[in-house]
């Protein structure tokens, strides 16, 4: 296990608010996390640092066995070092068919020409039906992505994640308006995701949290309020003041 | 995906198939061939609407299938005009100096020939000097370059400053405005060097085929729009069919997204404006040759704006929808504006169509607008499409 994401004394301040406020946070490879905390404890803003879509104040966010500093490169640069990330909404094509979406996210060149003059490898096609299987939508290839349910349409991002074949997963509220049938789907997808991978999961929801079974980081107000089992960190005092304090948890 | 392909190239198979067609009609109807079903004004006209065809799927790739709302691309139509014009003045002016200093006594220099070709070219804005310009403008092949390479170049270094800028949405759109009106203000002044508000004239006679027919000149110029119409239909069908069209889309429908599975947006918009720039170029070059003159209020902002209601009536996001758009409301308007149709008589006031043609075009703007925002190609689904 090694350390892949080191995240060190991190501030973010949007008008005079502090988002992020000296957050540390590291994860390893491969390891399951999941991050909660109450609104606007500063998850997003969090994820938008690591993706290089906000730029912190102040501190370091470096990467990968090199300890490369992530600050300062593009979301493009940043995802081809191999960070994935989910939205809170599931962004996937509506217009195009989820074996489109899968086979624009699949690792392959990058550049304008390169898909210009792009020909489909089998093994790319072999790729698209295995995480097609591996999120349960196999025979759901052919349709436009707009069809499927909003179920569906989270699998197929998580999907478009593991097409990338990060090496960080950062998913954002994945079962945010699923049933309990889909939560558990979800739960299983992201376990198996994570025997290979890192994977850090925002959540709202204690249940669901609870059934990912892993390490716990508690953000309050920008940085780590407590950090480990979830059974430790909700019993840990101050993290139940946080939560009692507030109805949205 | 493969599927998708094949629809693209069925629909592109056809639209071949059809130009063909017309091509031929038009051709057998035409003076040229002797039957003159076909006036050669007639030819002319069907000629430019197959160049205004070719800018509206350009235009059609950079907002309908990239989501890029440039309002500016009838600027780059423009240059590809001006660049030929000047070379097709030059020489023309150069054949007919020769001539006339010919019948002297003693021979000209060739510094006195060049002054007399600028004297007659720049004396109606009061010189006679050539601006740097026109230092090619004396050859045919240099001045096809600039056709493509002022418009690509141009677009090049405005898309980058933008893109990179990620300046999207309407601010891109006023932006692409202040280009098109810039330089059309720009080209009105007289020091411009390219005879301000006079414009380029005398561009349907070709140097070298001065005894040739306009018929037949004008039949030619049809064929060269038919050719590059299809050329550019596929070329396009190719660039938004495959991988490259599916990431293209994407960045329209959510550009965070594609940013986010690792491409570089700002490269993709750049390669797309930069692609439908150097064709609109290329589509101005065909047309104006045919039109006879090009002046600075061509690219006014305007002619841009036309450009997208083309589109947004004929239906985005379909090639096939851009070529009935461009096609069908150029055609309308000038034979509303031309005089073409009835004046109505409704007893208490008359309708002149050449008043009430805008008031006409902006209703069906907005009627296609609210209850068919697919546009007339839109409508080809239910046709061809059966419900589900």
Redesign the interface.
């Known amino acids: 296990m090694i350390s892949l994401l080191e995240v060190s004394g991190v501030s973010k301040t949007f008008d005079g608010f502090r988002a992020i406020n000296n957050l540390s946070i590291q994860i390893n490879e491969p390891e399951l996390r999941a991050i909660i905390g109450p609104n606007g404890a500063g998850k997003t803003t969090f994820m938008d640092i690591v993706?290089g879509?906000t730029q912190p104040d102040s501190g370091q966010v470096l990467w990968g066995e090199r300890n490369e500093s992530l600050t300062g490169l593009?979301?493009?640069e940043i995802?081809?070092r191999g960070i994935?990330?989910k939205?809170q909404k599931p962004?996937?094509?509506?217009?195009?068919?989820v074996?489109?979406n899968l086979?624009?996210?699949l690792k392959n060149p990058?550049?304008?020409l390169a898909?210009?003059f792009?020909k489909?490898p089998r093994t790319d096609a072999v790729r698209i039906n295995e995480i097609a299987g591996e999120i349960g939508l196999a025979d759901q290839l052919?349709r436009p992505a707009g069809e499927l349910s909003h179920g569906q349409k989270q699998w197929l991002e998580i999907g478009?994640l593991l097409a990338?074949d990060p090496r960080l997963l950062l998913v954002d509220e994945p079962a945010a308006g699923m049933t309990a049938e889909e939560r558990e789907k979800t739960t299983d997808i992201l376990k198996r995701a994570a025997r290979t991978r890192s994977v850090v999961v925002v959540e709202h929801d204690m249940e669901f949290v609870r059934r990912l079974n892993c390490k716990v980081t508690v953000l309050h107000e920008g940085h780590v309020l407590a950090e480990g089992s979830l059974d430790h960190v909700t019993a840990d005092p101050t993290v139940i003041d946080v939560y009692l304090g507030r109805s949205d948890a | 995906?493969t599927?998708?392909f094949i629809i693209h190239n069925r629909s592109m198979m056809r639209f071949i198939g059809l130009l063909g067609l017309f091509t031929l009609l038009v051709t057998l109807g035409s003076e040229a061939m002797g039957t003159g079903v076909i006036s050669t004004s007639l030819v002319k006209t069907l000629g430019k609407t197959l160049c205004l065809c070719l800018i509206a799927i350009a235009m059609d790739v950079v907002w309908g299938y990239c989501g890029i709302l440039s309002l500016g691309h009838f600027a780059f139509f423009g240059i590809g005009g001006y660049a030929i014009g000047m070379w097709l003045m030059y020489a023309r002016t150069e054949t007919i100096v020769t001539e006339s200093l010919a019948r002297q006594v003693i021979p000209p220099t060739p510094a006195e020939v060049t002054d007399a070709i600028g004297a007659q070219i720049f004396g109606v804005v009061g010189s006679s000097d050539f601006p740097v310009i026109w230092s090619f403008a004396d050859s045919l092949i240099l001045q096809l370059l600039m056709v493509v390479l002022v418009p690509g170049l141009l677009a090049l270094v405005f898309g980058w400053l933008a893109f990179r800028s990620r300046v999207t949405g309407v601010y891109l759109s006023i932006l692409t405005q202040a280009m098109t009106l810039a330089l059309s203000l720009y080209l009105f002044q007289n020091d411009s060097g390219l005879r301000g508000n006079n414009g380029l004239s005398g561009l349907q006679n070709i140097p070298g085929f001065e005894s040739t027919p306009q018929a037949t000149i004008s039949l030619v110029f049809f064929w060269g729009s038919a050719l590059a119409l299809g050329l550019g239909y596929m070329l396009f069908a190719f660039?938004v069919g495959?991988?490259?069209g599916?990431?293209v889309?994407?960045i329209r429908?959510?550009e965070?997204?594609?940013?986010?599975?690792?491409?570089?947006?700002e490269?993709?918009k750049l390669?797309v404006f930069t692609l439908t720039a150097v064709v609109s170029g290329i589509a101005g070059a065909l047309y104006y040759p045919q039109a006879g003159i090009i002046n600075p209020a061509e690219i006014a902002p305007i002619a841009s704006i036309y450009l997208a209601v083309w589109v947004a009536i004929g239906g985005r996001g379909r090639l096939y929808g851009a070529v009935i758009g461009a096609a069908l409301v150029s055609l309308l308007s000038s034979w509303f504006t031309g005089g073409g149709a009835p004046d109505v008589n409704l007893g208490f006031y008359t309708v002149q169509w050449t008043d009430w043609w805008l008031v006409l075009l902006g209703v069906s703007f907005v009627c296609v607008t609210l209850f068919a925002p697919k546009g007339i190609g839109g409508l080809f689904d239910y046709l061809i499409r059966k419900p589900r």
């Open positions: 993706t879509k593009s979301e493009a995802a081809n994935g990330r939205f962004t996937v094509f509506e217009n195009q068919t074996r489109q086979a624009m996210a990058r550049g304008p898909a210009l792009f489909e052919p478009m990338q | 995906m599927q998708g660039v495959g991988k490259m599916s990431i889309q994407g429908d959510n965070a997204r594609v940013r986010f599975l690792g491409y570089r947006v490269g993709y390669f």
